[in-house]
């Protein structure tokens, strides 16, 4: 079982920037491919970005590319999105997800897909004033 707790959501004015954390615990190892989602109120889950177990691979949806940035912590299991330029219809409930699959490869033709992801956060509010 892998416990993964996000943070860093808040209220913020267009234009401005916050930083989201997430940590992934419960299992030994650091191999874990991460990934961000958000959802929009009545939509499903949106792929924002992500991040290969050895952070040499990024990837990112079209809306947030040159906006957002993913990292990772070396040799841990906790990642960070910075989100600058933030704009109001950035405004989503956002979700830290893992692969259960240790050295799990991401490609552009899977890292969106919400089934690949077996373990997620509770979610944190992200609120963008206009």
């Known amino acids: 079982q892998v416990n993964v707790v996000e943070s860093g959501g808040g209220l913020v004015q267009a234009g401005g920037s916050l930083r989201l954390s997430c940590a992934a615990s419960?299992?030994?190892?650091?191999?874990?491919?991460m990934g961000w989602f958000r959802q929009f109120p009545g939509a499903d889950r949106e792929f924002v970005s992500a991040?290969?177990?050895?952070?040499?691979?990024?990837f990112y949806g079209d809306s947030v590319k040159s906006r957002f940035t993913i990292s990772r912590e070396n040799g841990q299991n906790r990642m960070y999105l910075q989100m600058d330029s933030l704009k109001p219809e950035d405004t989503a409930v956002y979700y830290c997800?893992?692969?259960?699959?240790?050295?799990?490869?991401?490609?552009?033709?899977?890292?969106?897909?919400?089934?690949?992801?077996?373990?997620w956060g509770q979610g944190t509010q992200v609120t963008v004033s206009s």
């Open positions: 997800a893992v692969p259960s699959h240790y050295g799990l490869a991401l490609t552009s033709s899977n890292v969106a897909r919400l089934n690949l992801y077996d373990y």
């Open positions: 419960g299992r030994s190892g650091s191999r874990l491919s």
């Open positions: 991040i290969s177990w050895s952070g040499v691979d990024t």
